[in-house]
């Protein structure tokens, strides 16, 4: 009797895992947010996770406003080399980056009163939204879509139409002006100067959307995974005409595993968004620079250091040889206080630290040199962002009382080498000398007094006469006579 029931427990187990075999595997991966170096490490791991447990189908859940253009392309490629059949499912948008990510899967779910779109490339001139209008309209190509609908989404200049046979076309403003002329039958779907944005009814009438779901759940009861030519694809149920190959398995019996992000990949995608990799370089090289400007150090300088660490900190987490362009950076960094601090002048040291900082920073953001227009998009804004916020700092923080409090502008005693600002605007066309080297910063003897000085730009040695040619607040700007 114990045998018997030890058997029928055996057999239970053995069909069970059989039938759990049998099953396909479906992984998950999450497109959320900005596109940046972030979420392509995240997505890399993903894919290759799901290839080492042999999944059947990568899933693509898409809610994203787009972001650059060089991670998408990398996107792209991890995907396309994934060998695996690949769902996108727009749960609720699929905007720019996002929409090409999208058409770059084999078949495209989108929720009810989801939109996919809107693929305009910044910056727009003609050389980038061409590459980009040809990145899309191979996609749309390979994967059997109709690659003048994708085309649309990237080029306002293109009017899209559907013809009198039905079919979808994408004219020049001067050839749908010349179908107009000839009274060719046209109804537009998209104007020129717009750029294609649809809903999830009008992209499945339009061929870019396979089926409208609510839920990852639902969508795969439309799907069966299928064997053509000896290669794994993806087949919609239903549809007319007889199975093109052998089917394998039915996905709506398909086990769901997602592939959640790690905290470091959480920080990487955060901080590798273009904007908030902006606002952090911003605040990061004003904090330092006006740590230069104060004695001591600071809250500036503290703040600086740490959204520095956090810009290279997350582009090294998103990209391992983000590295290089620290080692840059720090390198132009040390040439550049070797300039102000050791050597009469600005030469070629100073410069080519300059030149140094810019490269590591672009290298940082971006390896590949052939995508730079957006390392540098995202220099440019971080330097309207400091000139912005130092322009606010230089005009309103004097006037706070925090900075009255938090910033010495003058001491009381003078045995200790300062003298009040009520005796230094009395120090206007005085001569004097230097007693310490002014680097510009420094200490000068006038009047048989000893005053903090700052040179007017250039470098002054020790024992050198001095003029003080202004006086502004606590500040006296002298020149070597």
Not at 294 to 319: D, E, K, P, S, Y
Not at 377 to 397: D, E, H, K, N
Request: with cysteine; proline share 3%.
């Amino acid at each position: 009797m114990k045998i018997s029931i030890i058997f029928v427990f055996m057999l239970l187990f053995l069909v069970n895992t059989l039938a759990n075999e049998s099953n396909p595997k479906v992984y998950v991966i999450q497109v959320r947010n900005a596109i940046g170096g972030g979420l392509r490490e995240y997505i890399s791991r993903g894919v290759d996770q799901a290839k080492k447990e042999k999944a059947d189908v990568l899933l693509f859940d898409i809610h994203t406003p787009g972001g650059a253009i060089n991670a998408t392309t990398d996107i792209i490629k991890i995907i396309d080399d994934s060998g695996l059949p690949t769902i996108a499912f727009v749960n609720n948008e699929a905007i720019s980056a996002g929409a090409i990510i999208t058409l770059s899967c084999e078949k495209i779910a989108m929720a009810p009163g989801g939109t996919i779109g809107d693929a305009q490339p910044i910056p727009t001139n003609e050389k980038t939204v061409s590459y980009v209008r040809g990145k899309i309209y191979s996609i749309a190509e390979k994967q059997g879509r109709n690659p003048d609908v994708a085309s649309a989404m990237v080029d306002k200049d293109i009017v899209l139409v559907k013809m009198e046979d039905g079919g979808i076309k994408a004219l020049s403003p001067e050839e749908y002006e010349e179908n107009q002329k000839k009274n060719v039958s046209m109804q537009v779907i998209s104007p020129k100067g717009n750029v294609l944005t649809v809903s999830t009814d009008k992209a499945i009438e339009l061929g870019v959307a396979d089926v409208k779901s609510k839920s990852i759940e639902e969508l795969l009861n439309y799907f069966n995974i299928v064997e053509i030519n000896g290669k794994k694809v993806l087949e919609q149920k239903n549809k007319s005409g007889a199975s093109k190959g052998k089917i394998i398995a039915n996905l709506s019996k398909a086990e769901i595993k997602k592939v959640f992000m790690t905290l470091p990949e959480k920080l990487a995608v955060f901080i590798t968004n273009p904007m908030i990799a902006s606002i952090l370089l911003a605040l990061g090289i004003l904090g330092i620079i006006m740590e230069f400007k104060t004695v001591g150090w600071g809250v500036a300088g503290t703040i600086g250091l740490i959204c520095l660490a956090l810009f290279f900190g997350g582009h090294m987490i998103a990209r391992i040889d983000a590295g290089i362009g620290l080692v840059i950076f720090l390198f132009g960094v040390g040439l550049l206080l070797v300039e102000i601090f050791l050597i009469p002048g600005f030469g070629i040291i100073g410069i080519t630290g300059i030149i140094l900082i810019f490269f590591g920073l672009l290298f940082t953001i971006d390896t590949k040199t052939g995508s730079w227009s957006e390392a540098i998009q995202t220099l440019s804004q971080s330097l309207i962002i400091m000139i912005i916020l130092g322009g606010f700092l230089v005009y309103f923080l004097p006037k706070t009382s925090l900075w009255k409090t938090t910033v010495l502008e003058t001491e009381e005693s003078g045995e200790k080498g300062y003298i009040s600002s009520e005796i230094q605007s009395d120090l206007q066309g005085k001569y004097g000398i230097t007693i310490s080297q002014l680097r510009p910063a420094g200490v000068a003897l006038i009047e048989n007094e000893r005053v903090n000085v700052i040179s007017d730009g250039s470098y002054v040695d020790k024992n050198v006469p001095i003029e003080v040619v202004k006086v502004e607040g606590g500040k006296v700007i002298v020149r070597p006579v």
